[in-house]
């Protein structure tokens, strides 16, 4: 699909941003940000910081991208944004205080993404605009971001899908004895064949809350419950997904618990529609498991999602949080329960004008789903 993200929605969201807060110009420079506003993706930004691309956008409607000579043109191109470039020649804040300069706002009130700055960086800042007066915009970009375009949420949609091919993949390929470190190559090689830039998170449970981040040799034996958590990413986009599996024999209260959690989350999902608060969707949750006598493991029952696999000031599906449930919204819905075994769901939804849509939904995974066996499909259910 064309992943090209019209910019026009999101740097005019921007601009009220600017004219809400009485700013006159701001910077961004977090991948988050740089993907939502000019709609370029730059993993390597993670771990390479030191390159420093930032987007500048003025209250009177300018926008630059100061970037690394590394940034390729046709790329830079992609959106539509005017770009500079420093080299490692050069200082990047003396580019950046130049173009500031050159628009007028270098000795202006200016937001700045405080939560993404070291300190060291923020006094480099200040000393190279030493009129500036900075304000902390995080929070503001964090909600301009929860309302998610059609092409966002497109790529989203793919994101989620690819990842549950691939659990499902994964899972038909998997035996019993087999290490959890080849269950996870297992997993890794059905993400790339499924279409995925990046398996950025994956942890396995095994009976228990213990999470194995780094593979093991520890192997799979028969009886044995885990759940396979996973976050992927398409072009900046990420799902965040999770998926109970059994080995072997299996007990009958865990199948009947892990039954009873899928209809909670299936009810959850349902009551989760425009104009509702996230605290009055925990509530109902947290009757429905207390009917059903299951107890959630943590304090939230899910969070936003799209940018990262927890964007950047995520809104957690918790019952202290008044927000309200907006249509573009993504969400990942994930109950868990410790008995009498480690059982999880994750789904991922978008709030939609007639309720909450699914994402991750082309299999059915209400019955627990044996390691080696083909997964079904919701219309095989049927």
Known sequence: MNTDIPTATQLDRATKLLERRDLDAMIVWSRQSLRHLCGLYFPHLAFLPEEYIFLVCTRAGDQVVVASYA??????????IRTVYWDFNTDPWVTLAAELRELGVDGGRIGVELGQVTVSDMRRCEAALPEVSWHEVDHDLMMARQIKTPTEIALIDETAKAGERAIAAAVERGWVGMTDREFSLELRIASLR?????????ALNWNSLVQR???TD???????VFSIEMGLSIDGYYCDLQRTVGVGTVSDEILSTYRHLMDVQSRTIESMSPGTKVADVHKRFDQDMTENGLTMWDWWLGHSLGLDVHEGGTIWLDGDVNVVLEEGM????EPVVTAPAVLAIEDNVVIDSGGARLLSGQFDWSELVRLGQTVPSRAQRK
């Not at 520890?218 to 044995?224: E, K």
């Open 213 to 215: 981040t780094q593979p």
């Open 194 to 202: 499924e279409g995925v830039d990046e398996l950025t998170w994956l």
């Open 330 to 333: 993504v969400f990942a819905v």
């Open 218 to 224: 520890v192997p799979i034996r028969d009886g044995d």
């Open 71 to 80: 940034l390729a043109p046709d790329y830079a191109a992609k959106s539509g």
